[in-house]
């Protein structure tokens, strides 16, 4: 078992992973005849949950239980990597990496993720809620405005030709490319 844990542990080279994520799209389809993606659980929920007369929460939500099944799925997969399957050992990150962390003011990179930025103290500070409600909002909103999200239009709509997910794509590398660059070296300094 402790040898289980150890190759699961480890990254796995995007050759092996890439296929993987690559192969859930055909069986989705072909298993199940439903389309990938993540974005509408949070609809589903609301209809499963909320009693409500909203036209957009009023329709069968019972037809895409297995969408919920999945997010819970995700959710007890990110709690076993976190405690069954997690590390002490930094990650590994190019020279260049750390260095321009290092010019963020990020020091502590000796876990899985930056200190300074995930830790109980970082919530006191006004850019960590700047980041957590302004982020979440612009990721909700730009989720419903594209009509789904990243997983969704990469992974499900361009492997379907679809233009609108290569026009959502592209906004979205554009998007991370100008905050990673440029706004995010703004905000941590």
């Keep these: 078992m402790n040898t289980f844990?150890?190759?699961?542990?480890?990254?796995?080279?995007?050759y092996v992973a890439g296929p993987i994520i690559g192969l859930m799209v055909p069986l989705h389809l072909i298993l199940l005849n439903r389309t990938f993606g993540v974005s509408?659980?949070?609809?589903?929920?609301?209809?499963?949950?909320?009693p409500s007369k909203l036209e957009f929460l009023n329709y069968d939500w019972k037809k895409e239980g297995w969408n919920l099944l999945f997010v819970v799925g995700i959710l007890g997969g990110a709690w076993l990597a976190a405690t069954v399957f997690s590390s002490d050992a930094p990650i590994a990150l190019s020279d260049?990496?750390?260095a321009r962390m290092n010019a963020f003011g990020l020091e502590d990179l000796s876990g899985q993720h930056p200190q300074e930025l995930f830790s109980w103290d970082a919530l006191a500070g006004w850019r960590t809620w700047l980041f957590i409600l302004g982020g979440g909002f612009l990721v909700g909103f730009g989720t419903r405005y594209a009509g789904g999200c990243t997983?969704?239009?990469?992974?499900?709509?361009l492997s379907h030709f679809q233009m609108p997910s290569f026009v959502a794509v592209l906004g979205f590398f554009t998007g991370g490319l100008l905050m990673s660059w440029l706004i995010l070296p703004l905000l941590l300094s």
């Design 5 to 14: 844990v150890e190759w699961v542990s480890q990254p796995w080279p995007w």
């Design 40 to 50: 509408s659980s949070f609809r589903h929920m609301c209809a499963a949950v909320v």
């Design 96 to 98: 260049a990496a750390v």
């Design 151 to 157: 997983s969704g239009h990469a992974i499900m709509g």
